[in-house]
């Protein structure tokens, strides 16, 4: 009797790291220019409630940091417009939104730059936070978004694309 109360003790770590670990997964994100270095890199992304579910608020988080252009960017660059954010806080520019649904592009969305963040953004850590509530009749599955940041001079920042889930939700209206 003594050692079943010691087997079970010893399994309830195990079993909780097996139901809690897939639960606090972190989103894997891939640069849509795997070889590219930009300006704006992404630490972390955060969804709520993840899966999303239908007619229900959902907000994504994105974690990133900003410091200098690479300088093989920069020389890139200079050829095009001559322009540099060195040094530069970043005043101002658009986030364009594009989601698929097994690979067909079903939404495109621009929205303001400095409406989904504090501006402007000087060199080091800030957050892109945006909510929405997502249609009822919005089909669950798998989802990519693809998110480009640009400047106001439109030089690209970062261009990112991640996964996420949308869950089935209620298809009656909510009162």
């Not at 907000?59 to 960017?73: D, E, N, R, V, W």
């Not at 079903?106 to 800030?126: A, D, M, Q, R, W």
């Amino acid at each position: 009797m003594e050692l079943n109360s010691h087997l079970i003790l010893a399994l309830i770590p195990f079993f909780t790291v097996c139901f809690l670990v897939p639960s606090i997964q972190a989103i894997s994100v891939e640069y849509c220019d795997k070889k590219g270095e930009y300006p704006v890199t992404v630490q972390d992304i955060q969804i709520s409630p993840d899966p999303i579910v239908p007619s229900k608020p959902a907000t994504f988080t994105i974690s990133a940091t900003t410091g200098l252009i690479a300088p093989s960017l920069r020389v890139s660059l200079e050829p095009c417009d001559g322009k540099d954010i060195k040094g530069k806080a970043i005043s101002g520019g658009k986030v364009v939104i594009e989601v698929s649904l097994f690979g067909v592009h079903v939404h495109t969305e621009t929205h303001n730059l400095c409406e989904e963040t504090y501006c402007p953004i000087s060199g080091g850590k800030f957050e892109l936070s945006h909510s929405q509530n997502l249609p009822a009749f919005t089909p669950p599955g798998s989802y990519t978004l693809k998110m480009e940041m640009e400047d106001e001079s439109k030089l690209q920042l970062t261009c990112i694309t991640f996964n996420f889930n949308i869950g089935f939700g209620s298809y009656v209206a909510d009162n």
